[in-house]
């Protein structure tokens, strides 16, 4: 016996809202901490300034830190809260924008930007100290990444569940 069709989108939009809420609860505990180290990494692997302008430049990064977080906290809140067939990003995209604050921090300091590959270049074009994470993992938990698997698992089904004849749930 297969599963009535409501029941179905119900469970494809349940694994979307688990895998959401794990994924702003990675963000709001960890984001902070990345623009520190990602700021930390930078300056430390450049190594031209002083102490107290090191000093300085840390601080800076751990003043933007809950700014940086808040902002991509809340923006993932709002794509969430958008119906899945409107959705025209994806989480990590999201995730991504959080070198904006330490790139600020970066450039405030007067550290040159850093070698990168062609790809990279390409594709973030304005991440010129190579922060962009490649993964939620890269925010520093592991088993933050499959969340974003699982998440996108439950939208293809949600999406195919509504093509197949299912009216599309309000939002």
Do not use: N
């Not at 070198?99 to 405030?108: D, I």
């Amino acid at each position: 016996m297969t599963e009535p069709a409501g029941d179905e989108e119900a469970d494809a939009a349940a694994l979307m809202a688990q895998a959401s809420d794990a994924i702003i609860a990675g963000v709001e505990r960890l984001a902070g901490e990345w623009v520190v180290g990602a700021v930390t990494r930078i300056v430390d692997a450049w190594g031209g300034l002083p102490a107290p302008a090191r000093a300085s430049t840390i601080e800076e990064a751990r003043a933007i830190a809950g700014t940086a977080s808040a902002r991509v906290v809340g923006e993932l809140r709002e794509f969430f809260a958008t119906d899945p067939a409107l959705q025209r990003t994806t989480p990590l995209a999201i995730v991504r924008t959080l070198r904006y604050e330490p790139t600020t921090v970066l450039a405030h300091a007067g550290i040159p930007g850093v070698e990168r590959d062609e790809f990279d270049t390409r594709a973030f074009p304005d991440d010129v100290y190579g922060l962009v994470p490649q993964s939620l993992a890269d925010l520093g938990d592991d088993d933050l990444a499959p969340m974003l698997m699982v998440w996108g698992v439950g939208k293809a089904k949600v999406l195919r569940r509504r093509s197949t004849g299912s009216a599309p749930s309000e939002p």
